[in-house]
């Protein structure tokens, strides 16, 4: 089974940016869709980004404009490119995949702070 590990997370100032990777044991290319997720603390895990096979992409509202979502088939990575960091952005972003969800990684920590 490929297995996701995210990596690029870090502190960063408001108006920042940080570019998140989530690397791929095995081939992407069967995967449907890869999803970024994020958990703040307190609250629910919430979706903020999708990338198709196809290279379609869908945000969440409070990051439309901001973040940018791809992949790179032939490095099974995809990247979450997150400009214009808020405080509101601080949480613990997650890779998986859908519809069949892969074993949650650890995450990594972001942290938008003056």
């Known amino acids: 089974q490929v297995q996701l590990v995210e990596s690029g997370g870090g502190l960063v100032q408001p108006g920042g940016s940080l570019r998140l990777v989530c690397a791929a044991s095995?081939?992407?290319?069967?995967?449907?869709?890869v999803v970024w997720y994020r958990q703040a603390p307190g609250k629910q895990r919430e979706l903020v980004a999708v990338i198709t096979n196809d290279g379609s992409t869908k945000y969440a509202d409070s990051v439309t404009g901001r973040f940018t979502i791809s992949r790179d088939n032939a490095k099974n990575t995809i990247y979450l490119q997150m400009d214009s960091l808020k405080p509101e952005d601080t949480a613990v972003y997650y890779c998986?995949?859908?519809?069949?969800?892969?074993?949650w990684g650890r995450g990594t920590q972001v942290t938008v702070s003056s």
């Open positions: 095995g081939s992407i290319g069967s995967i449907s869709a």
């Open positions: 998986n995949s859908l519809p069949n969800i892969l074993a």
